[in-house]
């Protein structure tokens, strides 16, 4: 139903034959301010409540029971805007949450994942580049003694630490854009293997 206003009702659950709520008829244009505000108010508490509710039960897949999360869904560890809330706040509504740490030094990379973990007791990963200068031994290192669960590696296959992570329990991933790469990746261990395309940041040549 739209009022004049151009405001659209949606009847999410629709009432009983006996409900109460049958007897009310709403004129939209009728309405004053605050009772507008009022079914806005209803309106949202009816999708809260509809969205806690049985239709949104976690779906399991391979992915889900592989990082133990509630929902096949993962932050992308984009560099410059996966800080440690966000990484966070995917990570405590049931995904996997990646910090972007490409774009970190050291320091600033172990800051930002005890900032994650003061957060969330949740898993969370950290992505860095495997072809960007400095130390990746050490790095990933750190990933392990700081506590995240998943190192995320993109521009390569990270060879030399996948024994490293394996070793500590830590899962690894890579992001590929050429078959070639998945191939590559899934040989030397990779547990994960993230189809890229020219979409991120253009990482990966022209592939769609």
Not at 70 to 98: I, K, N, Q, T, W
Not at 105 to 110: I, K, S
Not at 147 to 162: K, N, Q, S, T
Request: proline letters at 3%; one cysteine or more; glycine letters at 10%.
């Amino acid at each position: 139903m739209a009022s004049a206003a151009g405001a659209v009702v949606v009847v999410v659950d629709a009432p009983d034959d006996d409900d109460d709520e049958l007897d009310a008829v709403f004129d939209l244009s009728e309405l004053d301010e605050h009772a507008t505000t009022a079914m806005s108010r209803m309106a949202t508490e009816t999708r809260r409540r509809r969205i806690a509710g049985p239709y949104c039960s976690a779906v399991r897949t391979r992915l889900t029971d592989l990082l133990e999360i509630e929902h096949p869904v993962m932050l992308a560890g984009m560099g410059g805007v996966s800080y440690h809330r966000l990484v966070a706040a995917v990570s405590d509504a049931g995904g996997f949450g990646c910090l972007g740490a490409s774009v970190m030094g050291h320091e600033m990379m172990v800051e930002e994942i005890r900032a994650v973990r003061a957060l969330t007791d949740k898993p969370f990963g950290v992505d860095l580049l495997t072809a960007a200068p400095g130390d990746m031994v050490r790095q990933v290192q750190s990933i392990i003694d700081e506590g995240g669960r998943v190192f995320v590696a993109g521009l390569g296959v990270p060879l030399d630490v996948i024994t490293l992570c394996h070793d500590n329990n830590v899962l690894v991933v890579n992001m590929c854009g050429k078959v070639r790469h998945a191939v590559d990746a899934a040989a030397a261990g990779c547990d994960i293997v993230v189809a890229q395309g020219t979409e991120a940041g253009g990482h990966t040549g022209q592939i769609a």
